[in-house]
């Protein structure tokens, strides 16, 4: 592992498992609380990992002892064929006891199934995390993502209004002499094509809304209510938490994951290697019987037997060691998976600092740009009033101000959303 990253942002700060709430979002706060809770995805990998412990819980019973009970009951009638002195007698037979088996580990088959029982436990649990890691981060682009879509569509009416002024405008001064039929198409040109962008906002907008629903196991009519009304963009913190590289395979859920699926593979490779060697079992059996169930409790009615029994798939030979082939190549894949998800955890990292990085400096060149533009609008609007300037001089500034309002818009998106994966590359933070 690399002792930084190439991408190191220089506003580090230490890392926060609740990072969402440094938006200082309440209805965030509560949209990622309400996933955690009812996402089916996150419940589907909760029961597997219930059933992952179960399973492991099993396997450790065959480090005991097994015993079984059992109790019979007959009854027969003896026909002609019987001999003279039984025959038409009806005999019942009763009959319970204990059986025991017991198997002596000798080989490790018993200890290395309950270690690859345990690994496969250990990586359902991590596979929970990861999702619900993912599924913080999903809610918050989303949201994001909302927040912006709403943020466009108040520009885009905001504009609608300046545009339909300066049409208003264009179409006085038309009347007045001063102005140009040309004029009053370009005005009517460019408020109709502010007013084509808003039906794709508003789809904007209902597509994040129903996302965000799903992801919160909601019908997307009980939250959108709530999530319809537009609020202000959440502003990305100017600092981030970054992890060392190394720090990554303890936070990162999905090399946690890789690991215990290398370990497990591992331990099954001694399962099957166990297999060229005998297995030792010791049985025990413990019997009442008789011909009443009165006389269960007579001596003599019961009965006994134990001991070893060797078994040994010696004529087998050949098959097992091409199935420690297989467990051993599956070993050897499950390594090369895990070496390949560290690598693909360090590129997540990285590009996410670079984008963020990127995108904040981006913006502040935006906003800069946006402040100009809005000046340069009001200052050509002014302008043509007193007669200096043409109207292309004041369409050509609204339309610049527009785009320079929708980039910021954007921009701010996409740096929440790289803030956001940020963490998600970290691991959560946790």
Same mark, same amino acid.
């Given at each position: ?134 599924? #913080?981060?999903? $809610? !918050?682009?989303?949201?994001?993502? *909302?927040?912006?879509? /709403? %943020? =466009?569509?108040?520009?885009?009416? +905001? @504009? ?20 140009? #039929?040309?004029? $009053? !198409?370009?005005?009517?040109?460019? *408020?109709?094509?502010? /007013? %084509? =962008?808003?039906?794709?906002?508003? +789809? @904007? ?20 209510? #709530?999530?319809?009304? !537009? ?9 981030? %938490? ?189």
């Amino acid at each position: 592992m690399p002792a930084d990253y190439a991408s190191r942002s220089s506003n580090a700060i230490r890392s926060d498992a609740a990072w969402w709430r440094r938006l200082n979002d309440n209805t965030l706060n509560s949209l990622i609380s309400r996933a955690a809770d009812q996402n089916k995805d996150l419940d589907v990998a909760q029961d597997r990992v219930l059933e992952a412990r179960a399973l492991w819980r099993e396997a450790q019973f065959d480090l005991a002892p097994t015993i079984t009970s059992s109790a019979s009951y007959s009854t027969t009638l003896n026909g002609a064929s019987t001999n003279a002195a039984f025959r038409g007698r009806t005999v019942e037979f009763w009959r319970g006891g204990f059986d025991a088996d017991y198997e002596l580990d000798l080989f490790g088959r018993v200890r290395h199934s309950v270690k690859a029982a345990k690994a496969g436990s250990t990586a359902a649990e991590a596979s929970v995390q990861d999702l619900l890691i993912t599924l #913080q981060a999903e $809610v !918050a682009v989303n949201y994001l993502e *909302l927040r912006g879509a /709403q %943020a =466009q569509l108040a520009v885009a009416h +905001e @504009n609608a209004g300046n545009q339909a002024e300066a049409l208003r405008i264009a179409e006085a001064s038309l009347k007045g002499g001063r102005g140009t #039929q040309l004029d $009053v !198409a370009r005005a009517s040109a460019l *408020l109709n094509a502010t /007013q %084509a =962008q808003i039906p794709s906002y508003e +789809e @904007n907008v209902a597509r994040a809304i129903h996302r965000i629903a799903v992801l919160c196991g909601q019908n997307p009519s009980e939250l959108r209510p #709530q999530l319809q009304r !537009a609020s202000r963009q959440p502003r990305v913190p100017a600092s981030v %938490a970054i992890a060392k590289p190394a720090e990554l395979l303890r936070l990162r859920p999905d090399i946690r994951m890789a690991e215990s699926s290398l370990e497990a593979a591992t331990a099954r490779v001694g399962v099957a290697t166990a297999e060229l060697f005998p297995r030792v079992t010791f049985g025990g059996r413990l019997n009442i019987e008789g011909q009443t169930f009165a006389s269960l409790s007579q001596y003599g009615s019961n009965a006994y037997s134990f001991g070893p029994r060797i078994s040994w798939a010696f004529l087998n030979l050949g098959r097992v060691r091409q199935q420690i082939k297989a467990a051993g190549h599956r070993a050897d894949a499950a390594l090369s998976t895990y070496e390949q998800t560290v690598l693909l955890a360090l590129e997540e990292v990285e590009n996410a600092l670079t984008s963020y990085d990127r995108e904040r400096e981006r913006l502040r060149h935006l906003e800069a740009s946006a402040a100009s533009a809005r000046e340069a609008a009001t200052l050509a609007r002014q302008r043509y009033q007193d007669g200096v300037a043409d109207f292309l001089t004041v369409l050509d500034a609204e339309r610049v101000a527009l785009a320079a309002q929708n980039d910021i818009v954007l921009s701010r998106t996409r740096a929440g959303s790289a803030w956001v994966r940020i963490y998600k590359a970290m691991g959560g933070g946790t």
